[in-house]
């Protein structure tokens, strides 16, 4: 699962562009100028990781040895529609209302 | 109502000869499970909006989802069922996107560590060809919330002004389950398609692991296809042998019928395309039940674009050999071979048969035997009058005979009444009509209605003397041995007796008077 950022020794102006499009982040040119660089840092930082050797090293996602934590498939209290919607900025027949999205399927 | 204009598509028998198609099919499962896969809310289809959700199906910042151990067990039992490896440990991962019909910001689902890969599906098609579906992976996900789309003319996301989302849906446990390239089915490929769902649906039902309703979406189909030149037969080395075309997917495709006609659809439309000199793009297209064709969707996002991680609020999952062996001995038999077994049992004909499986009355006919009728008999009710008006309606049988209330034991009902004789077979017909009407079980019908056959030979004898009577050119034909004439006879003998006799008996004595 690695990213091709994170096999990337650099990072371009577009790519900052594109992750920022991606994160629905809104960057000013002056901030997607100083992102690549700052950017740039963190990803040389994990290129120095990454020559550690780890050969015969499984990687590790979870830092703890647990595996199979279930729940038995009984149901639990909701919160119900009134309280799920309190916290809505706005709400509509009982739905939560959310700006106009774009076709993206 | 689409608004967009139906692209060029090409007459199939023209894309046959210098095509070859490769489809590959995504079948998204929700498993009716009680509960959510990560969270205790109810996964019940239908209720109240928003009424079923909680800080983890929300997305609240703190919530900690927790896997439900049934849908696992779901998941390794579709994937054993699918001839499937499974896992000996593998993650859920986060799936990133932006869209308001998933609270967190991302689906968890599973990326390169699916709990089922490498299995098969033996598909049998019409005429008894079998094709092998190569299965590559069936993973646990969740599913999204519903989303309404206010403002647009037409209900569609294009044009609304804001939407309006419902969490009930979002969580509920998901199986993804992806075909390999399904190659060499040549011209049959949209049946073969049609064929493939068909069977995982009748595999999933006989599982008992979901609902495989498509008109309510517990079930739904994308449809991958794309076409390469023509180099052969369909399964030569040489037609196998040349890369595979650029592919689109169809979204929505959510009945078998429609799983057909899209994928054809589509064959015709690529084909048109590529003759032209023209080339495919990479995208997903919608699918219009009303207009039989596909419009263009988005871009298809590359996997990057999601940044797949694993989930770090989930712990691996690692099915231990013991529970999967387990599982395996819960398989139910094979729907395939379930249905052979039934046909000799029950002595059908291959039509017969072909028949029964195609109404989707194979368990209603299963339940009626066993509740007393004979199978020549729940075959011949089932597939009456109940079939012809959920054919009417667009419902499949189960779920119209259910909504009206309609059971198999209703139906062994009507038939122990004209077994026994109280009914012949057109009052059972009209003791059918009230039972379908809400009017009752058979047998309070018939009392209702007053339908029982006269009992009484004194009066049917009377009735069989009046009419001879009343026919001496018809009585002496059948003296003279035209025993067909007495078809006649009877008609008259049964409106004497208002309908309520029974025919056999009529005709048994016209006979023995006149001979």
Redesign the interface.
Known sequence: MTHRLARMSSLSRDDVAHLAGLARIELSDAELDRMVGELGVILESVAKVQQAPTDGVAPMSHPMPLTNVTRPDVVRPTLGAEAALAGAPEAEQQRFSVPRILDED | MSTATADAVMDYDEAMAKFDPVMGLEVHVELH???KMF????AEFGA????????VC?GLPGALP???????ESAIRIGLALNCEIAE?C?F?RK?????DMPKNFQTSQ??EPIAYNGHLDVELEDGTVYRVEIERAHMEEDTGK??H??GATGR??G????????NRAGIPLIEIVTKPMTGAGERAPEVAKAYVSALRDLLRALDVSDVKMEQGSMRCDANVSLRAKAGDPTSPEQLAVPLGTRTET?NVNSLRSVERAVRYEISRHAAILDGGGSILQE?RHWHEDTGITTS??VKSDA??Y????E?D??????TRELVEALRGTLPENPAARRKRLQSDWGYSDLEMRDVVNAGAVELIEQTVAAGASAGAAKKWWLGEPSRRANAEAQDIVTYAAGLGLTPAHIAELDGLVVSGRLNDSMARQVLDGVLAGEGTPTAVADARGLELVQDDGALEAAVDKVIEANPDVAAKIRDGKLQAAGALIGQVMKEMKGQADAGKARELILAKLQ
């Open positions: 499970t009680a509960t969270c205790g809310c109810p109240e909006p928003n009424s079923q959700v909680c800080p929300l927790v896997v439900n151990e049934k849908a696992v440990w993650r991962a990133n996107y932006f869209y308001p990326y390169d989303s309404l206010i403002g996301i294009h609304a002004d804001h939407s309006l989302v419902d969490y979204k997903t969707g988005r990057e674009d940044r797949y991680f694993p770090p989930l712990v691996p999952v690692a099915p």
